[in-house]
């Protein structure tokens, strides 16, 4: 058995990968502007299913995610994964989006990310009273020297030997904010999803338009979820394990994330509309 | 580049397990949609969750390989891609007739799965050299275990089977789409069972006394229980002697694997001893 430090992940990107990715995007994007005739419901819910996927992509480089060194204090984050933490911000801005629906696309869009947001904020805010009370650690980045929202100094919090512990403010407000875009993005592929299963279903399954209303919204929620949880999974492989935040060094690998969502999301996207649209 | 943290060798080689997994599966499914289709009858559903229980073992390993590399999200986070892809493979492949939807689903899902893999593996740069092969497999072990718990709830695996509740079975309400396995989102519940049991198995047992044999009994372990609530979840779709076939296999095959389990993880550990309640000090 080797013992070995944990992945640090590649820096840069691979020119090579990141050219064929965005031509795989592209030739699906084509290729369903060709098959159904231009720029009707289905091009336009594809088209909010790739964006969906890329918000959830980026959303995820915000949450602070500590995994286990946070649990025993020596690393600032919420103690857990990423996947965890993703999906439940998502999921959660998700239901709430998919409440406003009736509303209509911007207000559901609005109610997901709040949703998300809210679920982040109270998350962070238990983690810093449980991190604060209960642990008895105070919180402190070890990425930066300043808080780069507050201006408060860090370093002589920090203990020694650690990467710093507790949740500093710029992560508490990171998670609210990735919170926020993993529940537009999520919300966005499910209201796109829905309605093209509101327009095709009836005659797929042959029942009127109001009785397909459960299978249609149960079909545009699992899909969702499953979309979710790939990108999620994605951007959590980038940042490979912890990260603090948007101050964190970690955060400048966004783009290649972005990438990696869109050409997924096309996939994933193109695979789910057809399930109805075929 | 990354490097190995877990050791891999000792056990069946992966190949073996793959090949035996995937034909198991199909076979399973197969056989089910087969035999209820020629006596006409639900009975055979319970082949479904076989077809879950072989995609789990499978699963189990393929998981061990790829987090043998330590990815730094954590174990879970491969079951979850896992279910997310495998749902979107196999609720395609529910378009197509019995005979053809397990191929598709392999297809789609080797497709997406080898997208994702690359879009891992080479966008993101985790530079792991099995993680597209890995990401593939396990795309493929989603969709055929949704597919198995699916066929297991409603025995069957159409869309039309899936969305609509077939009529007059246990003097339901006639045919209504709310009821369904897809329209009353029992699919969402399928997702979480399938991706916790094809995550735990490896979560549970790694680490330096890793030991294969025990591990694939874990996951057998772990698709027998999954099967336990899909049996009863199948009341609602299935005759009641299918429903009490179902429950039969599903509690007599974890019971077998979970006393199997408990034999294998006495033989693992340095030590056993039957810990008894700790008694309070008397004459304070």
């Known amino acids: ?278 | 580049m990354t490097v190995k943290v877990e050791k891999i060798e000792g056990g069946t080689p992966h190949d073996t397990i793959m090949w035996a997994g995937l034909i198991a599966a199909l076979v399973c499914l197969y056989l089910g949609a087969g035999l209820n289709l020629m006596f006409n009858a639900y009975t055979f559903s319970f082949f479904g969750g076989l077809a879950a229980v072989a995609a789990i073992v499978w699963g189990s390993d393929a998981i061990k390989g790829l987090c043998s590399y330590g990815i730094g999200t954590g174990v879970p986070s491969v079951g979850m891609i896992s279910l997310g892809s495998g749902v979107i493979a196999m609720l395609i492949a529910t378009r197509f007739s019995w005979y053809y939807a397990p191929i598709v689903a392999l297809i789609v899902a080797v497709i997406i799965g080898a997208i994702i893999g690359y879009m891992a593996n080479d966008v993101i740069m985790m530079k792991i050299p099995v993680m597209r092969r890995s990401m593939t497999e396990v795309a493929v072990i989603g969709a055929l275990m949704l597919m198995g718990l699916a066929q297991m709830t409603t025995s069957s695996y159409s869309l039309l089977g899936l969305s609509s509740v077939k009529a007059g079975l246990l003097g339901l309400a006639p045919a209504s789409l709310g009821g369904s396995f897809i329209g009353a989102s029992i699919i969402a519940v399928a997702f979480i069972l399938g991706a916790i049991a094809v995550q735990h198995p490896f979560n549970a047992c790694l680490g330096p006394s890793w030991k294969q044999d025990r591990m694939i009994m874990l996951a057998a372990e772990c698709g027998f229980l999954s099967m336990i609530p899909i049996a009863f979840m199948s009341i609602a779709f299935l005759s009641t002697g299918a429903v009490i076939v179902s429950v039969i296999v599903s509690v007599a095959g974890w019971f077998y694997t979970y006393s199997q389990y408990l034999c294998l993880s006495k033989r693992d550990a340095a030590a056993w001893l039957d810990a008894k309640p700790i008694r309070e000090p008397e004459g304070h």
């Open chain 1, 1 to 278: 058995m080797t013992v070995t430090p944990k992945p640090t992940g590649g820096v840069g990107m691979n020119p090579v990968a990141n050219a064929l990715s965005i031509i795989l995007l592209i030739a699906i994007i084509g290729a369903v502007w060709i098959l159904f005739g231009g720029y009707t419901l289905v091009f336009k819910a594809l088209i909010a299913v790739i964006l969906g996927g890329a918000l959830i992509g980026f959303g995820v480089h915000f949450v602070p995610v500590g995994g286990a060194p946070a649990a025993m204090g020596q690393a600032p984050g919420i103690a857990t994964g990423v996947a965890m933490l993703a999906a439940g911000a998502g999921l959660a801005g998700l239901f709430g989006g998919a409440f406003a629906v009736p509303l209509g696309l911007m207000t559901a869009v609005v109610a997901g990310g709040i949703g998300g947001a809210l679920m982040m904020a109270i998350t962070c805010l238990f983690v810093t009273l449980i991190y604060t009370y209960g642990m008895g650690i105070p919180s402190a980045s070890g990425k930066v020297k300043v808080d780069p929202i507050t201006g408060d100094s860090q370093a002589e919090y920090k203990s020694q030997g650690t990467e710093g512990h507790g949740l500093p403010f710029s992560s508490f407000a990171g998670g609210v904010i990735g919170g926020f875009l993993g529940g537009v993005g999520g919300t966005l592929i499910y209201y796109a999803l829905l309605k093209v299963y509101e327009d095709r279903l009836p005659a797929l399954l042959a029942a009127s338009a109001s009785a397909v209303v459960p299978v249609a919204v149960s079909l545009a929620g699992i899909f969702a979820v499953g979309l979710f949880l790939v990108n999620a999974v994605l951007a959590a492989y980038n940042i490979t394990g912890t990260t603090e935040g948007f101050h964190d060094p970690k955060f400048s690998r966004f783009p290649r994330a972005i990438v990696a969502s869109l050409a997924a999301s096309a996939v994933c996207g193109i695979v789910a509309i057809l399930v109805a649209a075929m």
